[in-house]
């Protein structure tokens, strides 16, 4: 096997391991890019696997201070770049951990976290690895790795209590949350809402976008119900694609991807949405959309 096709049957895992550390897909493509030309211009390596997953993870770390700077003059809120992944372009998404890793609400919690911690915590709960492992990649003692996963764990939570609804049942609840939006069924809408719902909006200063979040069922009922009615009469359209690991509803106009919006449930209820108009954002998910 060529250095080539050893780093091609690497890269979906790769590109995985680098939105995960970042929630920046464009960011985690340059990372993986990055990655192949070391690989491509060094000498043998004894396990091509653990030596690729160390470069990646200490090029996302050295990425992770700059990243947390330009989102803290970020305008407005700052929402994870949206990936498709339905095809498998990042790695394999057969366990409830695996899936969990990639939504949008656990890449915000996930920014709480020192780059350190968040490494940790990717590593083990996305991809397995043990604490040896861990503090070999991140040049620790197996110790300090402990203390890193332990410190992230406390500050995320347990994110089994924040996503219950298996991908099955989400496509279901958001099917039922589109129809109803589609029909300005206010009613509708409120009853697959929790009362406690949140909605927010990144436009990122390039698209409109709510400049505050939108609270109660009642409120975020009528403003997905009155944004359904407006657009509903300019040509757009709305479909659910896999994004994030989950469903996801995205936004057409004539033919053109303006917004992706990305619901959080608990049980049968929708917890959070989250929508994405910044046509940055926007533009490598529209790419793959064709």
């Not at 947390?68 to 372009?89: F, H, Q, S």
């Not at 992230?152 to 099917?175: M, N, Q, W, Y």
């Not at 479909?239 to 303006?258: D, E, F, S």
Request: glycine fraction near 8%; include cysteine; charged fraction near 25%.
């Amino acid at each position: 096997m060529t250095k080539l096709d050893q780093f091609a049957a690497s890269r979906p895992r790769l590109l995985g391991l680098a939105y995960r550390m970042l929630g920046e897909a464009t960011e985690a493509e340059d990372v993986v890019q990055d990655a192949y030309l070391r690989w491509r211009d060094s000498v043998e390596v004894d396990v091509p696997e653990a030596w690729l997953t160390k470069v990646v993870t200490n090029l996302c770390l050295n990425r992770l201070t700059s990243a947390r700077a330009r989102r803290e003059r970020y305008v407005g809120t700052w929402l994870p770049e949206p990936v498709l992944t339905d095809g498998g372009a990042l790695g394999p998404l057969e366990t409830v951990e695996q899936r969990e890793s990639l939504a949008l609400g656990m890449l915000l919690l996930l920014e709480r976290l020192t780059p350190p911690e968040r490494a940790a915590f990717v590593l083990r709960e996305a991809f397995g690895y043990g604490h040896r492992e861990i503090a070999e990649i991140l040049d620790v003692e197996e110790a300090h790795a402990r203390q890193h996963y332990r410190r992230a764990r406390e500050h995320v939570g347990d994110p089994r209590r924040r996503f219950t609804a298996s991908p099955e049942e989400a496509t279901k609840i958001l099917e039922r949350f589109v129809a109803a939006a589609s029909e300005g069924d206010i009613a509708g809408l409120e009853r697959l809402l929790a009362e406690d719902v949140v909605s927010w909006a990144d436009g990122g200063g390039r698209a409109p976008a709510a400049s505050r979040p939108v609270t109660g069922h009642t409120r975020v009922a009528r403003f997905f119900g009155g944004l359904a009615a407006r657009f509903l009469r300019d040509g757009v359209e709305l479909v659910i694609g896999m994004v994030n690991g989950g469903p996801a509803m995205i936004v057409r106009q004539h033919g053109t991807l303006i917004a992706l919006t990305v619901p959080e449930f608990d049980g049968a209820r929708v917890t959070a949405l989250r929508t994405i108009t910044n046509p940055d954002k926007l533009a490598l998910l529209a790419a793959r959309l064709v």
